[in-house]
């Protein structure tokens, strides 16, 4: 899934609104939604929903990723799994690199 520090990074803090919302906005894109029907968009909501509970909770990448992919659902394979994880990794280090400056 990309190297092993960021399969550990986890939010420093709590996100704000705007973070939320544009950390939502990235890793749906990561997520397969080949014909946007209402039950994808649906399932893409609740896995998402699940993935921010964890966020918050301060868990890892490592962690939700695993969590998402054991979940089965059409939207997150393993494949999407890991562009999920890429994308929060990096979308993590930003906000706790701003955090730490």
Do not use: H, W
């Not at 968009?41 to 939700?64: C, H, P, Q, R």
């Amino acid at each position: 899934m990309g190297s092993a520090e960021d399969q550990e990074v986890a939010a420093s803090r709590k996100l704000t609104e705007s973070e939320t919302s544009e950390l939502r906005k990235a890793l749906r894109e990561e997520l397969n939604l080949p014909d946007g029907s209402s039950a994808e968009e649906e399932d893409a909501s609740d896995l998402l929903d699940y993935a921010f509970a964890m966020i918050g909770n301060g868990k890892t990448v490592n962690y939700v990723v695993q969590e998402l992919i054991s979940m089965e659902m059409e939207v997150c394979d393993q494949t999407a799994g890991e562009r999920v994880g890429k994308r929060l990794a990096m979308f993590l280090r930003g906000i706790n690199n701003d955090s730490a400056g």
